[in-house]
């Protein structure tokens, strides 16, 4: 039976995700109303204000109906990790769509007035990972703690590293860079499965203790990554340390292989204190919150 429970749209969070389906839906029809283009970026930011829209406001309709409660998933694990992502993409949105589409001197007033939406909704977003992650001593599901929100943003950085493998002319040669990218696969694999597993509430089916085994892997992604940190770069520059003078303006392939040294470099620090985390728990995590 469906009860409608108007306590959620009441509370900081409920008001917070209101506003982010207002602003989202506000970007995606003031972008969508200048005309629609074939770039990828602007496929990437229309997706990300178009996807954020859609879970948030599924997430406000489960809440009010109270229908939540007959999903067989952690819903706190699920809110936490989207919050964290729905953060992630609408920073890099913000950040993409000003510096392709958005001239501050020649555009229209419907770019940057998405431009500047999209950047509120972007702190709104953040502001609910504060308001939903759990705090120290709080009993909570792992994905709500700061190592789970980690996982999600290790995740979303091999994405971001993913995108720019495209057009790049070195990967097929150089068997260093080969060895690169299967350490992204492997470490964004197993950051996919927690996030998943511990979601849908599978953790018992690990073969060891989850802490223990979250520990030895973070480990082994520390070390694939220092490996790629060092390997990528030294193959990437061959030759090749200057960007190129026939780069046309805006990004070019030279440009895609600095992102990704420098992405390389900031999910191994990433990893770094996801392991120091998980020598030290700080929280007391149940796998298997009640709803």
């Not at 895609?256 to 990433?270: R, Y």
Request: with cysteine.
């Amino acid at each position: 039976m469906v009860t409608l429970d108007f306590k959620t749209l009441t509370v900081p969070v409920g008001i917070v995700r209101i506003l982010e389906v207002i602003f989202t839906c506000i970007s995606f029809s003031l972008v969508a109303s200048v005309g629609h283009s074939t770039n990828s970026f602007w496929t990437w930011c229309m997706s990300t204000w178009c996807f954020c829209f859609c879970i948030t406001f599924l997430i406000i309709v489960l809440e009010f109906t109270s229908l939540r409660a007959e999903l067989p998933i952690s819903w706190d694990d699920f809110t936490t990790a989207f919050a964290m992502l729905a953060t992630l993409m609408m920073l890099a949105t913000s950040i993409i769509y000003p510096i392709f589409f958005t001239n501050f001197f020649l555009s229209r007033g419907k770019e940057i007035g998405a431009t500047v939406i999209s950047c509120l909704t972007f702190i709104l977003y953040a502001v609910e990972v504060g308001l939903t992650r759990a705090k120290p001593g709080e009993i909570s599901g792992f994905l709500t703690t700061v190592p789970g929100l980690l996982k999600v943003l290790e995740a979303f950085v091999a994405c971001i590293i993913f995108i720019c493998l495209d057009d790049n002319p070195y990967y097929p040669i150089y068997p260093g860079l080969q060895w690169c990218v299967a350490v992204y696969g492997i470490c964004f694999i197993f950051a996919v499965l927690v996030i998943i597993f511990t979601i849908c509430r599978l953790l018992s089916l690990f073969p060891a203790p989850f802490n223990k085994f979250l520990t030895g892997c973070n480990v082994l992604a520390v070390l694939l990554y220092i490996t790629a940190v060092v390997v990528w770069p030294v193959y990437s520059f061959k030759n090749n340390s200057s960007r190129p003078s026939n780069c046309s303006v805006g990004v070019c392939p030279w440009d895609k292989l600095v992102v990704i040294s420098f992405m390389t470099c900031f999910n191994l620090a990433v990893y770094i204190v996801d392991t120091v985390y998980s020598f030290r728990p700080v929280f007391c995590i149940t796998f298997f919150p009640t709803i």
